[in-house]
């Protein structure tokens, strides 16, 4: 299960990115006391640019796929975000996705804007030819849109390395010279950093233990339930069962497993590896993936796509604190629940924010040609995470207001001072 019983479709209001996205804008700014010309300023995204790519597929047809590219904003540095390949991709969503990544860089304090792209497409109907066709085309046609001092993209749903190197070569192609920074999340040896596919799980860990220590939790008393073992949460839940703590359920969209004492991830990879399901996994339960979401435990970490939890199952979540590895797994009515239900909310624009930090030391690294070691890029990963938890927590605890406002509130501030200082160019 990924998408709950609910009526889950981007045309409810409820489930509109861009409508959800708005909500928290609305509330944040409102306690920042913004005046409603820079609220206009901050909303309103700076560009957004429609593509059509005609592709020959392989059967020797032409189709033609509609792919979108959103700059949010570039107040604080150039567009940032990812690209996803997707059935269902909307232009609200894409927006909306756009400027969750303006306010996750300004919660992290990284010096880029927000920006996000999609192609409406079914990767799991298309040839690694008719994508590779696909992705060169759409970058093609965002040749002027994108580059290292305007707009670089990165990995998302179901794109990966390998769509970031046809990227990367296709732009270099027409800029006759090799242009490494114009995207993240590249394979290591076409200057790649080390650690950036482990990167936005590790953050989750870190922030989780923050909130931990917050509680004055042991991480080995921990219970951890895991919606989603694609990169976020494949990763997550293998780096805080080394921290200690128990994956007692994973939930995919194809089944559920569940053990008390804590499920193997590694041997979980390498069976969903080899039997292409977490099905049939020997040493857990398989439970109803409409029950596991709402399991008692400690963590709760939503790592697969958006509107998972909502008004109509807010209310059965029993976890203490929600760590939100995907992007927008909760919508704006769903908040009010949670709040009375005193769940710990680590925000997706806070808790999934080490993806992007550690884009953004890829982008340092491919600029100033030297390569940082493991060590190195998880120790900054660390420290950024941890203040950018501090600074979120501090700011809720300040005001009195639960973290996702504070978190909205911090970020629509810095980007705000931005604006400012940089003036209105007419
Ligand atoms: N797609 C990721 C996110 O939503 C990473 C973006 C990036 O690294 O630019 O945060």
């Known amino acids: 299960m990924i998408a709950e019983a609910a009526p889950v479709s981007t045309h409810d209001k409820e489930f509109n990115p861009w409508l959800a996205a708005e909500a928290r ?55 940032k975000g990812g690209i996803r390949y997707a059935p269902d991709v909307t232009i609200d969503e894409v927006r909306a996705l756009a400027s969750w990544m303006t306010w996750k860089c300004a919660v992290a304090n990284i010096p880029f804007g927000g920006g996000k792209g999609g192609v ?3 990767p799991s109907v298309l040839s690694e030819t008719e994508l590779e066709k696909i992705t060169r085309r759409y970058t093609a046609e965002l040749v002027d849109v994108i580059g290292p001092e305007r707009d670089v993209p990165a990995p998302d749903m179901n794109t990966n390395e390998q769509t970031m190197a046809w990227i990367m070569d296709t732009y270099s192609m027409h800029k006759r010279t090799t242009v490494t920074a114009v995207v993240t999340g590249k394979p290591f040896q076409l200057g790649g950093s080390r650690g950036r596919v482990e990167a936005t799980g590790r953050g989750c860990l870190f922030v989780t233990l923050q909130a931990l220590r917050r509680f004055h939790m042991e991480p080995a008393d921990t219970r951890v339930v895991v919606q989603g073992f694609g990169n976020v949460g494949g990763m997550a839940s293998k780096l805080m069962r080394a921290a200690g703590m128990k994956i007692v359920c994973v939930i995919e969209w194809d089944g559920a497993l569940y053990n008390p004492h804590g499920i193997d991830i590694t041997a979980l990879a390498q069976h969903r590896k080899e039997a292409g399901t977490i099905r049939d996994f020997p040493d857990a339960e398989a439970i109803d993936p409409k029950d596991a979401l709402f399991l008692e435990c400690d963590v709760l970490l939503p790592a697969a796509k958006e509107n998972q939890i909502h008004s109509q199952n807010a209310g059965h979540i029993r976890a203490k604190i929600l760590c939100e590895g995907a992007n927008g797994p909760t919508t704006a009515e769903a908040d009010r629940i949670l709040e009375d239900r005193k769940v710990f909310v680590i925000p997706d624009i806070l808790a999934n924010g080490g993806g992007v930090t550690v884009s953004y030391f890829e982008w340092v690294q491919d600029r100033q040609g030297y390569f940082w070691n493991e060590g190195l890029v998880n120790g900054r990963l660390e420290e950024i995470m941890v203040n950018s938890f501090k600074d979120v927590t501090s700011l809720a605890d300040h005001h009195g207001v639960h973290n996702r406002t504070a978190a909205y509130m911090l970020a629509l501030d810095r980007v705000a001072f931005a604006v400012k200082l940089r003036g209105i160019y007419a």
């Open 25 to 79: 804008f609305n509330e944040a700014a409102r306690r920042l006391e913004l005046d409603e010309g820079m609220q206009k300023v901050l909303r309103t995204p700076a560009m957004e640019v429609t593509v059509h790519i005609p592709v020959q597929l392989d059967d020797g047809r032409l189709e033609v796929f509609t792919g979108y590219r959103v700059q949010h904003s570039i107040a604080r540095g150039p567009a």
């Open 120 to 122: 409406i497409c079914d």
